[in-house]
């Protein structure tokens, strides 16, 4: 168990005190948000066992919140709680993996070509405002930085869009595939070429191409897994 990445979380005791329920739910949201991270990041890499009485000890928290935040990523599918066995980590079979990032593909696809026809100019600034910090934490060599920015962007596009059927099927299946996405990263021709990437699709919005900016994304979301199933050695099909 890794301890630097909790340092921030809730003080020891701090979820016994009598609060509002406000507050409770902040707490609530607040592990929830801690966890993800911690999975997202590999600290807690597929298939681990989740101890439930560590992670209390360890976030200052009582069983309480902890286990209402498993739930909540139990349904997000980023952990499987078995009975009698508890929480672990979900493990993705490479067939999934493949299958998903397919998918996602052509979901991130038409979200480009929808936000090309929609996105507002208050919007096209905030996207290429993160896409500058994205940038900059990649000449820091800052992998963490870069990626949330980087996942800023793809959800302001799906946002700009402006379909909440497509925004919402976005959210759910690409929480399964974020530790992914975070690790094909992790090689310096994988990560240049991602950044290639963010930039044609700039260009592309600015020109409001949404047959171009559909098909870089397309194009990006397939490098991607190609990428990972490269990790997981498996291979692509033909």
Known sequence: MQNSAVE????????????PKLERQHLHDTVVEHLRHLIVEAVFPPGTKLNERELCETMGISRTPLR?????????GLIEIAPNRGASVYKMSTLEVRETFEFMSGLEALAGEL???????EELAEIKALHY????CKVQNDLPGYYSRNQ???DKINQA???SVLNQTYLSMNRRLQALRFKSNFKADKWDRA??????MIKALEARDGKRLGAILRQHL?????????????????
């Not at 991607?224 to 199933?229: E, I, L, N, P, Q």
Request: aromatic share 0%; net charge negative.
């Open 8 to 19: 921030q979380a809730p003080v020891p005791g701090a979820a016994t005190i009598s609060v």
């Open 68 to 76: 209402e935040a498993l739930k909540v990523l139990a349904v997000e």
């Open 115 to 121: 936000a090309c026809e929609r996105i507002t100019a």
């Open 133 to 136: 910090a994205m940038l900059t």
């Open 152 to 154: 800023q962007i793809h």
């Open 161 to 163: 869009a402006r379909n």
């Open 195 to 200: 950044a290639h990437d963010h930039e044609e």
């Open 222 to 238: 397939l490098d991607k897994r190609d990428a990972v199933m490269g990790m997981l050695g498996a291979g692509t099909p033909d």
